[in-house]
């Protein structure tokens, strides 16, 4: 993420004041981590039980596979994919690499925390501060590389560990791009289209950030959270998710819904930049994380977005008389500032007029409940 994107949390500083707990050793919900009950469907929340409604998988060798993440994207804002060319040995060192982080003593992974006003390392969710209770994980972002920090978490073999962040953002960043040009294919868009793309339209001016979340067992997972319901600041997430549940989705008329892990798939969602290039389309998906009281959950998200300073607006493509823009321009790195200031607001704040034809807009989901 460059420097102009990071500029954009400077500008808003978190100061979360409270110590990072050691939460193996609590063997009781503290009262700062209790949510109350939370609006968990009963049919699609643990175990193997789930909903009816299922979020598509999407099989990327498939030859319709534009038309299928296309119907996704229209009406779920999340899908997973499978044969998506990342292989599951890159998959389990990327896991065994955020095991290993968060395993270390709470006073060493300090050594590399998050400073109020920036964007890498160590620390809890920076939406925290939108909420009265705090939320059961921790997290590590990763800006371009994290050798500076990994030499303070692993002094003596930070290297390997350098490796695979620096092979896994690779690897992310071409599946980004495929997936980006299937989303935008799906609505009719070529590579001509969308200029910042480049005369190859091989999307390299792209940003990106790695963010890394642990969500250790719980001893009273129905009244507490783990990652607070928000929509994504960028144009598409990855998500790898270790083979415990706890990712959920919310639906119009459905719900919550759980996004079981699939082996070696991996999870694609819609985020706000986005639901604004489609107008409104392709809407950003509320997600959210619950916790599990026996099992670890480890996630690792590719937040991928346009470079910090083009600006993304509604495509005139998909404009005309009965479809106005819905949004005006915005750059991410004013987006993700507005983001830092208003949280899940942010997305009405930047629209035009309402929507049309019965869109949905990420300020009808203000009043789902959240926790």
């Known amino acids: 993420m460059p420097l102009r994107l990071s500029d954009a949390f400077r500008a808003h500083p978190v100061h979360l004041c409270h110590k990072h707990p050691d939460f193996t050793s609590l063997q009781e919900l503290p009262d700062s981590y209790t949510w109350g009950q939370l609006d968990v469907e009963s049919s699609s929340s643990y175990g193997d039980s789930f909903s009816s409604e299922s979020v598509p998988v999407v099989d990327l060798s498939d030859p319709n596979a534009l038309t299928l993440v296309g119907h996704a994207c229209k009406t779920w804002g999340v899908f997973q994919v499978t044969n998506h060319s990342i292989s599951q040995n890159l998959l389990d060192d990327i896991e065994n690499t955020g ?42 972002t990763v800006v371009g590389s994290p050798l500076e920090q990994f030499r303070q978490l692993w002094p003596q073999d ?52 790695l963010q890394l979340n642990s969500y250790p067992a719980c001893p009273d997972p129905d009244r507490a959270m783990g990652l607070a319901a928000h929509t994504d600041s960028t144009l598409l997430t990855i998500l790898y998710q270790n083979n415990t549940s706890g990712l959920q989705v919310h639906r119009e008329g459905t719900g919550w819904v759980t ?41 690792v998200a590719y937040l991928y977005g346009p470079p910090g300073s083009v600006q993304i607006s509604p495509l005139s493509k998909l404009l005309g008389p009965s479809r106005p823009p819905l949004y005006r321009p915005v750059t991410w790195t004013e987006y993700l500032g507005t983001k830092a200031k208003h949280f899940n607001k942010a997305l009405s704040s930047v629209r035009l007029c309402a929507p049309l034809n019965g869109l949905v807009d990420v300020n009808d989901h203000n009043r789902v409940q959240v926790g």
């Open 259 to 299: 996004v079981p892990p699939l082996p070696g798939a991996l999870v694609v969602n819609v985020g706000d930049l986005l639901h604004i290039l489609s107008n409104g389309s392709y809407p950003s998906v509320l997600h959210r994380a619950v916790v599990n009281r026996t099992r670890y959950r480890l996630s």
């Open 99 to 140: 095991r290993s982080l968060f395993s270390l003593p709470v006073q060493q992974k300090l050594k590399a925390a998050r400073s109020p006003d920036g964007v890498s390392g160590y620390g809890l969710a920076r939406i925290s501060s939108f909420f009265p209770k705090l939320m059961w994980s921790e997290g590590f």
């Open 158 to 209: 930070y290297g390997k560990f350098c490796d695979t962040i620096e092979e896994y953002e690779t690897e992310m960043k071409k599946l980004a791009g495929r997936l980006m040009w299937l989303m935008l294919g799906s609505l009719g868009i070529s590579k001509e289209d969308i200029k910042w793309a480049g005369p190859k339209g091989d999307l390299k001016g792209a940003s990106a950030a």
